[in-house]
């Protein structure tokens, strides 16, 4: 783990999360992702809530993921983000590390948009709290 990041989160898998093989099914990890961005989100004092309830709603255009090394039961794990814009897309490039060994898990790019009112555009709030970044 070599690469500076914005947030990180440090999790722990779960028994229910595992397939037969008894690593974690590759789904999960959608999970673990939305859910740092999710954290991240509430740490820059961003609800998803109050977005919605002033017709402001971010979703998830694509994900891009590559598999690197599978995490088991009971594994802690940190997940870490960064943040760039391009055009009107937040990029989220994530990575996955096991926390014993900071072997690298997965490496994701997730690109989201907004929708303003049912319309595709810039979110002055989002550009306002993330501008540190970009």
Do not use: W
């Given at each position: 783990?070599?690469?500076?990041?914005?947030?990180?989160?440090?999790m722990?898998?779960?028994?229910?999360?595992?397939?037969?093989?008894?690593?974690?099914?590759?789904?999960?990890y959608?999970?673990?992702?939305?859910?740092?961005?999710h954290?991240?989100?509430?740490?820059?004092?961003?609800?998803?809530?109050?977005?919605?309830?002033?017709?402001?709603?971010?979703?998830?255009?694509?994900?891009?993921?590559s598999?690197?090394?599978?995490?088991?039961?009971?594994d802690?794990?940190?997940?870490?983000?960064?943040?760039?814009?391009?055009?009107?897309?937040?990029?989220?490039?994530?990575?996955?590390?096991?926390?014993a060994?900071?072997?690298?898990?997965i490496?994701?790019?997730?690109?989201?948009?907004?929708?303003?009112?049912?319309?595709?555009?810039?979110?002055q709030?989002?550009?306002?709290?993330?501008?540190?970044?970009f």
């Open positions: 783990m070599n690469k500076d990041y914005i947030f990180q989160l440090e722990n898998v779960r028994d229910y999360e595992c397939d037969i093989q008894g690593i974690v099914n590759n789904a999960n959608l999970h673990y992702l939305e859910h740092t961005r954290q991240f989100l509430l740490t820059e004092g961003i609800s998803f809530i109050k977005l919605h309830d002033q017709g402001i709603d971010c979703v998830v255009a694509r994900i891009t993921v598999f690197k090394t599978p995490l088991r039961s009971d802690a794990f940190l997940s870490c983000l960064n943040l760039r814009k391009e055009g009107v897309r937040y990029v989220f490039e994530q990575d996955i590390y096991r926390k060994d900071h072997q690298l898990c490496r994701a790019k997730v690109d989201t948009v907004c929708i303003v009112h049912g319309k595709l555009a810039e979110c709030e989002l550009n306002e709290a993330f501008g540190k970044y």
